[in-house]
């Protein structure tokens, strides 16, 4: 027989949790099939969640949830947003071509590509001034040269605070596991997304408790204008 159980606590708090690295598969496969679970499927997964974080009777809320924010982070990382909070001078050649070619046929977020498109422009009108470029017969700049020496690698990005922006997602991805090992669902999803609108950025970060492109890419320019030690002041 089918069991509806949108109003099931179990199935209400552990559907926002499915890609826990800890969760359990039996406890996914449930979630999947919504509410055309049998009680027979559901009991077994509720069984089996005693197991998952946050929410089981044993703590397992350090590394699980930390790797899962980890994760989350790395998986919508946009480098191509880096130039973005960059001083001209620190950005190699192949950085502002990757940007630039990005925010030409890739980019999907038009008020991004226009933001990357207005700093590659000043990029290279400090880098290489104003003059019209000449090229060789293969398209390689020959004139103007640049007017100072640019790195030939690209420098990871840094926080206000000097901090590399990965290692600040970790230290993000700590504390946002402690509320959740501590409070309902969501919780340290919702507490970054709560301090991002903190900071005076339009349009508002929607407090959903989803990390995807949008509060990554946030994340990322509060971190690098504002620092993460005033991130943390809010979470």
Known sequence: MVNPVKNNPWYMNIIGV???????????DAIDKGEYVTQEELDSAIKKAKKITPFGEKDKSSKGIIDHFKELFI????????VLYKENKNIPQS???RASKYAWFEGKDKNLNKRISRKVGSWYDEVFGKENAVGDAVGKLISPQAKYP??????????????KISDSYNTLASVMA????KKPVLSGS?????????????????????????TTSWLKQVLAEQGLSSLLKYI
């Open 18 to 28: 499915v890609d826990y690295m800890n969760s359990d598969k039996m406890s996914i």
């Open 75 to 82: 998986k919508h990382d946009n480098p191509n947003e880096d």
């Open 95 to 97: 950085e502002i071509d």
């Open 150 to 163: 640019l790195p030939k690698e690209i420098i990871p990005l840094l926080s206000k605070d000097g901090k």
């Open 178 to 181: 402690k509320h959740d090992a």
């Open 190 to 214: 919702l507490s970054l997304q709560q301090a991002l609108n903190k900071f005076p950025y339009q349009p508002q970060l929607k407090e959903d408790g989803v990390i995807g492109v949008r």
